[in-house]
DNA sequence: CGGATTTATATGCATATGCATCTATTAACC
DNA sequence: GGTTAATAGATGCATATGCATATAAATCCG
């Protein structure tokens, strides 16, 4: 607990003083982006990132607003939607990932080494 | 942070089932109760807790209205506070360590052998 | 077929969080 | 010694979260 909290805030800092939006943001965009068609349906994105689906509804909402997502009807079935994500969208991911990315290596990368990091991942990912 | 979102979200549950109040709560009881006096400044319990100065003094807030701390001034120091658990915060906070350690054992211990959570307990200290 | 159930998504309301800032007090400096 | 800076803690405001429930469409079943 401790350790995430503390990578987290450090990771949302780094992204907050380089004008970057909150790391929630990425973690959607980024199953968008390398989605076929850049489009995904709600329940397939709650399903890859652990959001609560009241969460990632009104998450959806905020990324609609800035027009880096797009909701549109989904035929199959009246109730879905998909979510597509827009150029700005993947632009803005890229952006993200230029910060995100120094900011792993600088709090994760230079702490652990490779055969480390792999013990660490296999032992949390039995906790999951 | 899937790991520790999944761990989070089903000992929250296993609280709340059991009608007990958010873990947050029991870190700050826990360091209380076994504080000399059941006594600490409330810059003492941030640092022991890395909760945020905002959201501890109305964590406080809370825990005072339950009755579970109490706030007194501290001579030494005009702008200082003490925070004092009550017999009934000790009660509280060991109702909650009932459900709280079977949590952490059948999502963590039942998981982990001794040596592999001391691995990842060591792993995981460096990146705090 | 037609009512009951399930699935997909959204939303109202209460609470929690983050940020910036405020007040009060103490320490630092020149 | 008086101004300036630093520290301890609290709070207003905007936003995010959780819970329960709403809405709407699809599926199940007698």
Do not use: C
């Not at 990425?26 to 397939?44: H, I, K, N, Q, T």
């Amino acid at each position: 607990m401790r350790a995430q909290h503390s990578l987290l805030s450090a990771i949302e800092r780094d992204l907050r003083s380089a004008h970057q939006p909150p790391l929630g943001w990425y973690d959607v965009l980024w199953e968008l982006d390398r989605a076929p068609d850049g489009r995904l349906r709600p329940y397939e994105i709650e399903e890859r990132t652990l959001l609560a689906q009241y969460n990632l509804s009104r998450l959806i909402d905020r990324l609609e607003k800035e027009g880096l997502v797009m909701r549109e009807s989904f035929d199959q079935d009246g109730r879905g939607r998909w979510v597509v994500i827009t150029e700005k969208g993947r632009a803005a991911r890229a952006g993200m990932w230029e910060v995100y990315a120094k900011s792993i290596q600088a709090h994760i990368g230079a702490k652990l080494d490779d055969a480390e990091a792999a013990t660490l991942a296999e032992l949390l990912s039995r906790l999951a």
